[in-house]
T-cell receptor, first 114, second 115 residues
Framework: NAGVTQTPKFRILKIGQSMTLQCTQD?????MYWYRQDPGMGLKLIYY???????DKGEVPNGYNVSRSTTEDFPLRLELAAPSQTSVYFC?????????????FGPGTRLLVL | LAKTTQPISMDSYEGQEVNITCSHN???????ITWYQQFPSQGPRFIIQGYKTKVTNEVASLFIPADRKSSTLSLPRVSLSDTAVYYCLVGRRADSGGGADGLTFGKGTHLIIQP
């Protein structure tokens, strides 16, 4: 049971480039999330999904897109990278949707936009 | 949504007991209190959750007074490896109508353990 896995671990992008951050979970969780964590700060919700084909915006969705074609995968797309998107990105999953439900996090993807 | 307040940082020494308090004055009846731990370069990890009184597991204890306006995470006999950021979250479970509102981790408490 690998839990939540993310690739890549680290990436440098030039301004205007695009990339997809991959996230996969093997716990058969319906609910998946993308967060970003800026240096010295907490985690902010970008997007979340309640199941295959259903996604919704979180607190900071601008500049990102998501899709959910399977239960296991929840990729995050950056179309036109900007320096403000330099951050660490965490994917998470949970069995149920609520603040009081346990979330399982991946190891993160560190992104630097120059 | 119940707002939480925690100390930004704390430090202690190996072998000591560490108590981190979280204030949540406007906690709602159906809200649970959940603590996560985040090591450097890793995602947060669930440590403990409680509703009232005291909860203990192999990692920590959680003390919640009767008015539930605060909670204290207690780490017994800390070691260097307990150096991490600790987050307090307050919110409902799914069976009480919980949703995505409030899914934000604040700055947490940066705990530094020294030899």
């Amino acid at each position: 049971n690998a839990g939540v896995t993310q690739t890549p671990k680290f990436r440098i992008l030039k301004i205007g480039q695009s990339m997809t951050l991959q996230c996969t979970q093997d716990m058969n969780h319906n609910y998946m999330y993308w967060y970003r964590q800026d240096p010295g700060m907490g985690l902010k919700l970008i997007y979340y999904s309640v199941g295959a084909g259903i996604t919704d915006k979180g607190e900071v969705p601008n500049g990102y897109n998501v899709s959910r074609s399977t239960t296991e995968d929840f990729p995050l797309r950056l179309e036109l990278a900007a320096p403000s998107q330099t951050s660490v990105y965490f994917c998470a999953s949970s069995l149920r949707l609520a603040v009081g439900e346990t979330q399982y996090f991946g190891p993160g993807t560190r992104l630097l936009v120059l | 949504l119940a707002k939480t307040t925690q100390p930004i940082s704390m430090d202690s020494y190996e072998g000591q007991e560490v108590n981190i308090t979280c204030s949540h004055n406007n906690i709602a009846t159906n809200d649970y209190i959940t603590w996560y731990q985040q090591f450097p370069s890793q995602g947060p990890r669930f440590i403990i959750q409680g509703y009232k009184t005291k909860v203990t597991n192999e990692v920590a204890s959680l003390f919640i007074p009767a008015d539930r306006k605060s909670s204290t995470l207690s780490l017994p006999r800390v070691s260097l490896s307990d150096t991490a950021v600790y987050y307090c979250l307050v919110g409902r479970r799914a069976d009480s109508g919980g949703g995505a509102d409030g899914l934000t981790f604040g700055k947490g408490t940066h705990l530094i353990i020294q030899p």
